[in-house]
């Protein structure tokens, strides 16, 4: 199974301020229809998990653009600019390039 | 709206099956462009992904479960089924039943169920 590692497992951020997570794959997410399974999943207490970023860059519609994605191959990122009490919560990224689907351990975003 | 929502039991005990049933609505059912989901979370070891079923009724598992599980659908009922049986303590977690759109990924979700597996 493809192994996702997260970094940093905690994250306090300041109001107002950036906040950069981290994903990294064992292998490659670039699948044979040349697209990138990388997703991202925000899990807000007392809510269920939701998908903010599809094909490692793509906001889902609604999804404010402050959050934003990057990477490739095997390194990959999650952005949020302007970080507001709302965004408390753990994020994931899923990959859905290879069968079982995984997801990294989670990156808790707090703040300070 | 596009709802889903998981019933079943909130306990079980070991040995015996875990059945979940996810009602969906607000979508289409049969669209080809969704995958019906279950995925877990579980204590200490995170999110897994269990598996999916087709409109068709075409089945993917995760090799970690597949002796165990089985998928299954009803399109009349618009619902989707989870059967994972000789359940231990291992398999206490938060279920989730979820769209799995084939362009967007797993953008709608339930709001899960507690189950607990214990005598």
């Known amino acids: 199974d493809v192994v996702l590692t997260q970094t940093p497992l905690s994250a306090p951020v300041t109001l107002g301020q950036s906040a950069s997570f981290s994903c990294r794959s064992d292998q490659s997410l670039v699948h044979g229809d040349g697209h990138t399974y990388m997703n991202w999943l925000q899990w807000r207490p007392g809510q269920p998990p939701r998908l903010l970023i599809y094909k490692t860059s793509r906001r889902l519609s609604g999804v404010p653009d402050r959050f934003s994605g990057g990477g490739a191959g095997t390194d990959f990122t999650l952005n949020i600019s302007r970080v507001e009490a709302e965004d408390v919560g753990v994020y994931f990224c899923i990959q859905a390039t290879h069968y079982p689907f995984t997801f990294g351990q989670g990156t808790k975003l707090d703040i300070k | 709206q596009v709802l889903l929502q998981e019933s079943g039991p909130r306990l079980v005990k070991p040995s015996e099956t875990l059945s979940l049933t996810c009602s969906v609505s607000?979508?289409?059912?049969?669209?080809?462009?969704?995958?019906w989901t279950w995925i877990r979370h579980l204590p200490e070891k995170g999110l897994e992904w269990i598996g999916w079923?087709?409109?068709?009724?075409?089945?993917r598992y995760n090799p970690s479960l597949s002796s165990r599980l089985s998928l299954s659908l009803d399109t009349s009922k618009t619902q989707f089924s989870l059967n994972l049986k000789s359940v231990t303590a291992a398999d206490t977690a938060l279920y989730f039943c979820?769209?799995?759109?084939?362009?967007?990924?797993?953008?709608?979700w339930g709001q899960g169920t507690l189950v607990t597996v214990s005598s």
């Open positions: 979820v769209r799995d759109h084939a362009w967007y990924g797993l953008d709608r």
């Open positions: 607000g979508t289409s059912f049969t669209s080809s462009e969704y995958y």
């Open positions: 079923i087709y409109y068709n009724g075409h089945t």
